[in-house]
């Protein structure tokens, strides 16, 4: 089935680029919560849509171009777990740094994912413990790498006062800046080794990177200590927390 859900993230990344490098700019709209959407975020999202319905046909899949009503998904125990463009802004400001999440969530818990940049045909994916990173046709096995001084990765368009002052105390680090579910890829394939968020984010923005992640052998867990969890909830907002090595 992973091998599947590259394909699919593939032909999602297919959609998404050819929007990306058309001529005209894409037109822009913003959504309740003022997040911008654009015609390649609802390209990418029918092709997903009807990939994972041929996949799994029993499997419900929750994605942040239709999200699903609570009474509606308050007992699913497995379900698809997608972003068909994370990195809206990245992909507005044409950097490149935007990804098709795809995660498969058991008993709350990212079971396999699949991050892919169609910008520069970079893949990770992850299932039963073990994550990858694919490039240009190079395939290899990733797993996190200590380092000292740690190199902290921040989101791109998302700084805050919190994130600033725990930088302040943090002690001797170096810092990068990267977009979209990159962050957690960073971690996972061992050049980063802390990922902290304290800005708002959803579960659909969290749940590819955190399987990547943790089958490479880092912690996702809130500010008291908790792994991220993703059983079904009315809200579908994540606390604030940390991806690291340690």
Known sequence: MLEQLCQLARAAGVEIMQIYNAEQPPDILHKADNSPVTAADIA???????????????????????????????????????????????????????????????????????????????????????????????????????????????????????????????????TTSVGSSLKFCLVAEGKAQLYPRFGPTNIWDTGAGHAVAKAAGAHVTDWTGKTLDYTPRESFLNPGFRVSVF
Request: without cysteine.
């Open 44 to 174: 990418a999202h029918h092709v997903i849509l009807d990939g994972l319905s041929r996949i799994t046909p029993d499997i419900p899949v929750l994605s942040e171009e239709s999200p699903v009503s609570w009474p509606e998904r308050q007992q699913w125990q497995r379900y698809w777990l997608v972003d068909p463009l994370d990195g809206t802004k990245e992909f507005i400001r044409r950097n490149g740094e935007f990804t098709v999440n795809i995660a498969l969530i058991e008993q709350g818990v990212p079971v396999a994912g699949v991050v892919y940049a169609p910008a520069t045909d970079l893949m990770y994916f992850a299932a039963e413990g073990k994550a990858w990173k694919e490039t240009q046709g190079d395939r290899r096995q990733i797993q996190v790498q200590q380092a000292n001084p740690p190199l902290v990765v921040v989101s791109r368009s998302h700084a805050d006062s919190e994130l600033k002052e725990y930088l302040q105390q943090l002690g001797e680090h170096q």
